[in-house]
């Protein structure tokens, strides 16, 4: 098992920058894909970036071009930096952990088995 505990949420104008982290514990860092979900009231669960545990990387056409996923094995953190927000992006953020999951699988959260309590990111507009 790892644990994840997600930072870094909060409230930011539009067009705003935010920085989430996501520090794992419990097992061995390398292995493990790394993702990120978010889940908007009255909304299901989506997608958001994921990079594998060989830097292999998958982003959602929502945030291609403005959200960076990153990862440091040396720290157990992965981060995502989030430029140019949209008040769409206003939501609950989730860290998520898969061992070995491969790049062709990394949008489906049935892959990972260990999640975070998820921080939220409010964007005003």
């Known amino acids: 098992q790892v644990q994840l505990v997600e930072s870094g949420g909060g409230l930011v104008q539009a067009g705003g920058s935010l920085r989430l982290s996501c520090a794992a514990s419990g097992r061995t860092f390398s292995g493990y894909a790394m993702g990120w979900f978010r889940q908007a009231p009255g909304k299901e669960r989506e997608f958001v970036v994921a990079?594998?545990?060989?830097?292999?990387?998958a982003y959602a056409d929502s945030v291609k071009g403005r959200f960076t996923i990153s990862r440091d094995n040396a720290k157990n953190t992965v981060s995502l930096q989030m430029n140019s927000l949209k008040p769409e992006d206003t939501a609950v953020y989730y860290c998520?952990?898969?061992?070995?999951?491969?790049?062709?699988?990394?949008?489906?959260?049935?892959?990972?088995?260990?999640w975070g309590q998820g921080t939220q990111v409010t964007v005003s507009s």
């Open positions: 990079i594998t545990w060989d830097d292999k990387t």
């Open positions: 998520a952990a898969g061992y070995l999951v491969v790049p062709s699988n990394l949008e489906d959260s049935s892959w990972y088995h260990n």
